[in-house]
Structure formats: structure tokens, C-alpha cells
């Protein structure tokens, strides 16, 4: 048997997801992910909700979300990239809940909706698979400064696990 607060995650989580293939195809989230379709949801998934909304902006709420939170809208996120997309991101939320946090403390990081920052961030790791080649993605998406100074840095974190 389904409790409520089950349903209500269900509910939520697709109109999450919808919200999310609208930011990933680039067009401004509707207002109808803030209507009264949420009335009734527990206190957690309201939390959630909030912190999605704000986050299509920018990371400066980021660090004031909880660890779990923190977890479950990455969770979201990174479904919506493998949903209508097949993007894969393989590495776990709680791996890109510490990156996020390091990179939120950047003021041009802020001022990035978490689904970009996010798809930065696993670029720069090499573990946004869209069927690009990974090397070739990051080039691209990052310029020629940034690939550098994170192929160096990615040398540098393969060198000290090696050792």
C-alpha cells in the first residue's frame, strides 16, 4: 500500500523532472512547478522544491541547503540529464554535493544555475557522457585555459593515486 507522502514524492519528482528537461533544453522553467499541485507534500519535498526553485538561478542558496537536500536535488538534476537526453553522469550526488560546495564559494560559480554548474563539474571530471569524446567535450565546453589548468590538475590527482 502506498502511503500519501509516497504519492506526493511521486508527484513532485515529475513535475520536478519536467521542470528540469524544460532548464536542459535551454527555455525558461514555466510557473507552474510553483502552483498548488504541491499542496499536501511532507515538509522535506517542499524543501526540495524550494531549493530547485531557487537554484534555476543561481548557487547562492547552495550552502545553506542541507546535506540531504544537497543530495536530493542532485539526484533530480542529474536524472533530468539522463531522461530526455541519455546524458550518463556516473560519478554518486554525494561526490558533486563536495564539488559544488567548493566551487559555490567562487563568485562566477554562483551566478550558475546548479544544472550548469553541474554539467561544468562533470565535464571537468570527465563523466558527462553524452557520446562526445570526454577529452573533446571538455575542450570545447571549457576553452583553452580552463582544459588546460584542469588537464593539469587531472595529471596531478592520477599522479598522487599512483604513487
Same mark, same amino acid.
Given at each position: ?26 527555455? #525558461?522553467?514555466?510557473?507552474? @512547478?510553483?502552483? =498548488?499541485?504541491?499542496?499536501?507534500? $511532507?515538509?522535506?519535498?517542499? &524543501?526540495?522544491? /524550494? ?32 531522461? #530526455?537526453?541519455?546524458?550518463? @553522469?556516473?560519478? =554518486?550526488?554525494?561526490?558533486?554535493? $563536495?564539488?559544488?560546495?567548493? &566551487?559555490?564559494? /567562487? ?57
Amino acid at each position: 500500500m502506498q502511503t500519501d507522502a509516497f504519492k506526493n514524492r511521486i508527484l513532485y519528482a515529475g513535475a520536478v523532472l519536467a521542470a528540469m528537461a524544460a532548464v536542459l533544453t535551454w527555455t #525558461p522553467w514555466t510557473p507552474w @512547478i510553483h502552483e =498548488p499541485i504541491f499542496i499536501g507534500v $511532507d515538509a522535506g519535498v517542499k &524543501a526540495v522544491q /524550494n531549493a530547485l526553485g531557487d537554484l534555476e538561478h543561481d548557487l547562492t542558496r547552495w550552502p545553506q541547503l542541507t546535506r540531504e537536500q544537497k543530495f536530493d536535488v542532485l539526484e533530480l538534476v542529474i536524472d533530468a540529464f539522463h531522461r #530526455p537526453h541519455h546524458i550518463s @553522469i556516473e560519478k =554518486p550526488p554525494s561526490f558533486y554535493i $563536495d564539488k559544488l560546495d567548493e &566551487a559555490a564559494v /567562487n563568485p562566477k560559480m554562483q551566478q550558475l544555475p546548479l544544472e550548469r554548474a553541474l554539467m561544468i563539474l562533470a565535464i571537468m571530471e570527465y563523466d558527462f557522457d553524452n557520446g562526445t569524446d570526454k577529452d573533446e567535450l571538455a575542450r570545447r565546453a571549457l576553452g583553452p585555459d580552463l582544459y588546460e589548468s584542469n588537464r593539469l590538475r587531472r595529471e596531478a590527482e592520477a599522479h598522487q593515486e599512483g604513487s
